[in-house]
């Protein structure tokens, strides 16, 4: 056996934390795999066993053969005749197994390059299933990563003795990963299919928050405070919904910290990613004004039976409602799970618009219109008969689309009523 072998061994004891034991029985079988390829016949032999001594880098093959009446021998590879045996044991007696060394002159230095390349695959398996041991409970968990390579917009992480890959799915679009990064993610799964155990790793799942939530907010660990929701558009925002199970800890400043302090270490780690920490309630209503804040709402209308909150706001409000790209209502609507629609409130703008329409009505009295051509008039800055006699004649025919004659007309009517 080659020292390249020995290191072999060492490496995947010491750098994968395989068992040194389960090195050397990978080990052992590709050396009885390549004494099967490079011994014409060895294929017939059905019990080989290797014997490989790592201190003295000495690997010796031994068959297991039934002993058989002299003249009685019918199959050489796994037989052997008893006058034979007996000079290696002489109580041996047919029917009895014994084990020969059938080791070739030569046959580690001959061998090696053939069973490398089995114990390779052997020990390959063996890692996975370590990987899965190791991993499989881990579902849940963040872990601490270096980007080792790129494989197509899949991110390959190193995470020590063994490597996850971050989907495509799973990275945040708005962060760019440079090899040699150290970067913390969410274990999504462990799967063990097809080509063997993947640690399947993400920084846009939910549940990253979560995690990091937890381990910056002690009263979250150890259950004073509970997340009870949690929505997100990941790289832009996200909505923790909180609640505490002791009336005196607030849950929203628990989860803020001093000065904001907690927060910002969440933040930081999400690459300045926006997030809203919410109170929870039952109550739909007191549950949509936390969630849509700082818009301030001007009514809240609850369908019970089909799961939909009807949210009206000031004009100069409907923008925070909303939020960027409809993010705000969007993560509102998810954080809840009701279908929250929020629209412009009208009122005032239709008392506005009765107003005009009264003080346009009295115009129409005063100069003998129709409501709708006082209407214009009245928008045309025409609030009374005096400013009606003081405009230019194309002015009024232009606003309100008359003739020049009809604008004439007008305008002698305002000038009687002005001066009456």
């Not at 934390?17 to 052992?28: F, P, S, Y």
């Not at 030569?106 to 190791?134: C, H, N, S, W």
């Amino acid at each position: 056996m080659t020292n390249d072998i020995v290191a072999l061994i060492d490496y995947y004891e010491k750098e994968k934390g395989i068992d040194r034991d389960k090195v050397v029985a990978a080990l052992e079988y590709a050396f009885i795999s390549a004494y099967r390829k490079m011994v014409p016949g060895a294929d017939a032999i059905e019990v080989l066993r290797a014997d490989v001594n790592t201190k003295k880098g000495e690997t010796r093959i031994f068959a297991v053969l039934t002993v058989v009446a002299d003249g009685e021998q019918t199959d050489k590879f796994n037989q052997v005749v008893l006058s034979t045996a007996s000079k290696k044991n002489a109580d041996a007696q047919p029917g009895d197994t014994m084990e020969f060394n059938v080791t070739p002159k030569d046959f580690g230095r001959i061998a090696v390059q053939t069973a490398k390349q089995t114990m390779m695959q052997r020990l390959r398996q063996a890692e996975k299933e370590m990987i899965y041991e190791e991993f499989k409970d881990r579902a849940g968990d963040i872990v601490s990563g270096t980007v080792r390579r790129f494989d197509r917009s899949d991110v390959l992480i190193d995470l020590g003795k063994f490597e996850g890959v971050m989907p495509s799915r799973e990275r945040v679009q708005t962060e760019e990963y440079n090899i040699g990064d150290r970067i913390r993610a969410y274990v999504v799964a462990v799967e063990n299919e097809g080509r063997g155990p993947e640690i399947i790793l993400s920084r846009s799942h939910p549940n990253f928050v979560r995690r990091l939530f937890e381990a910056e907010v002690n009263e979250i660990s150890d259950r004073t405070v509970e997340i009870r929701g949690i929505a997100r558009e990941a790289g832009y925002r996200t909505k923790v919904a909180v609640w505490s199970t002791d009336d005196k800890v607030d849950p929203v400043g628990a989860c803020v910290g001093l000065r904001g302090a907690r927060v910002k270490n969440i933040v930081r780690e999400l690459n300045n990613e926006k997030v809203d920490i919410i109170r929870w309630s039952d109550d739909p209503e007191e549950f949509v004004r936390e969630a849509l804040k700082p818009a301030t709402l001007r009514s809240i209308t609850v369908d019970q039976e089909n799961r939909v909150v009807h949210v009206t706001v000031d004009e100069e409000d409907l923008s925070k409602a909303i939020g960027r790209r409809g993010q705000n209502a969007r993560l509102s609507s998810r954080l809840m799970g009701w279908d929250v629609q929020v629209r412009k409130d009208e009122s005032k703008l239709e008392q506005f618009e009765k107003k005009i329409a009264g003080a346009a009505h009295s115009i129409a009295e005063q100069l003998g219109l129709d409501d709708d051509l006082a209407d214009k008039l009245f928008r045309a800055g025409g609030m009374s008969s005096e400013i009606v006699a003081e405009m230019p004649v194309d002015y009024i025919a232009a606003n309100l689309e008359v003739s020049e004659e009809r604008a004439n007309d007008i305008l002698a009517r305002a000038k009687a009523h002005a001066s009456a």
